[in-house]
């Protein structure tokens, strides 16, 4: 008994440290974003919020871009009024905006199935389950900040297992809704800012409709679902090929970053660095934090799982991308939790 008591107090210590780190990076990441971006947002906030100016003449009257507020669905036409106005900096500052956007969807890319595919295995609990409320969170105050700070520690404590059988439908689900944000993307830094399919993809890019996909979950069954060996090995090959999937997304669309930076930096690191952060305007160092504290986080939540795997996919970094070297991390994880429950070390799925 003292055995298993030592042992739980092991883990226990393990899930506090872990959680304890994450959240301390998330709350400096909402410090410093906080700091950058404030003086920028204030302005446009106020204009936003002013009754005085309707949609019609919002631009007119403010000088910033219009935007569609439909997008908002009611309760967040502000968010999609501010963040046009974010994304719209960012496309007037090449190209250390859309390399700034784009690493955050890279390093985001891979959470998309991750979360969803939590949220439904059989014997999570917590704030875990609803990966619409965390996206709607990551949307507000920064996926920077909501990701280390929260989605972390309720990981941690969730009781969330790999290799725990989900529904096809939610694995293919999962897949498919993590793509429209590189689609987006691509819009937002190459249609023609004047157009309404500019003003659109802005607002769903930034918004809430894309989170709201995660709203299809309700109707799925993954948390009832038989840990039988045929649902174990079903949803472990369909999941490995989601995140192969994925892997070479990510991995084509972080080289094709690299290739624009080459083409405006060549080998001079320091004057990439200069654009994205010592000299970088507030929208681009704004991104600059987010994508590296989101990759930080996502290699601490990996690390929990075991630091060896977490230096293996920053080690792959260079050589593949950040998302992709998540996912094929997530894939040997995968993996080994699937071998733990086929050889009935975990029996009570």
């Known amino acids: 008994m003292s055995m298993s008591n030592g042992a739980l107090s092991k883990i226990q210590t393990r899930q506090?440290?872990?959680?304890?780190?994450?959240?301390?990076?998330?709350?400096?990441?909402f410090y410093k974003v906080n700091t950058i971006s404030g003086p920028f947002f204030e302005p446009i906030i106020a204009a936003c919020q002013n009754p005085d100016f309707s949609v019609d003449d919002f631009a007119q009257k403010t000088g910033y871009h219009s935007y569609e507020p439909k997008l908002g669905l009611g309760a967040f036409n502000l968010l999609v009024c501010l963040i046009t106005q974010f994304l719209l900096e960012l496309r007037e500052t090449h190209p250390a905006g859309i390399l700034t956007w784009g690493g955050v969807i890279v390093v985001s890319l891979p959470l998309a199935l991750f979360n969803s595919i939590c949220a439904g295995r059989r014997g999570g609990k917590g704030p875990v389950r609803y990966p619409t409320a965390f996206g709607l969170l990551f949307q507000l105050f920064g996926i920077s900040v909501m990701y280390p700070m929260l989605y972390?520690?309720?990981?941690?404590?969730?009781?969330?297992?790999?290799?725990?059988?989900?529904?096809?439908?939610?694995?293919?689900?999962?897949t498919i809704f993590s793509l429209p944000g590189i689609i987006l993307t691509f819009l937002v830094f190459y249609a023609p800012t004047e157009s309404y399919l500019w003003t659109c993809a802005a607002g769903m890019l930034g918004g809430p409709i894309l989170v709201m996909t995660g709203l299809f979950f309700w109707m799925d069954k993954s948390s009832s679902m038989e840990g039988s060996t045929q649902n174990i090995m079903k949803s472990s090959n369909?999941?490995?090929?989601?995140?192969?999937?994925?892997?070479m997304v990510t991995f084509i669309f972080w080289w094709c970053l690299m290739a624009v930076a080459f083409q405006t930096y060549g080998f001079e690191i320091g004057l990439l660095w200069r654009d994205i952060w010592v000299e970088a305007g507030p929208s681009v160092a704004f991104m600059t934090v987010d994508t590296g504290v989101l990759f930080l986080g996502e290699l601490l939540l990996i690390a929990y799982e075991s630091e060896w795997k977490a230096v293996k996919a920053f080690a792959l970094t260079p050589l593949v991308g950040p998302g992709a070297a998540i996912c094929l991390v997530l894939i040997e994880l995968e993996l080994e939790g699937t071998a733990a429950l086929l050889n009935g070390a975990k029996k009570d799925v």
Do not use: E, K
């Open 16 to 29: 506090v440290c872990y959680a304890v780190a994450s959240f301390c990076l998330g709350a400096w990441a």
């Open 238 to 247: 369909l999941l490995q090929n989601a995140y192969s999937l994925l892997a």
């Open 152 to 174: 972390n520690p309720s990981y941690i404590f969730s009781g969330v297992r790999f290799g725990v059988p989900a529904t096809n439908f939610r694995i293919i689900a999962a």
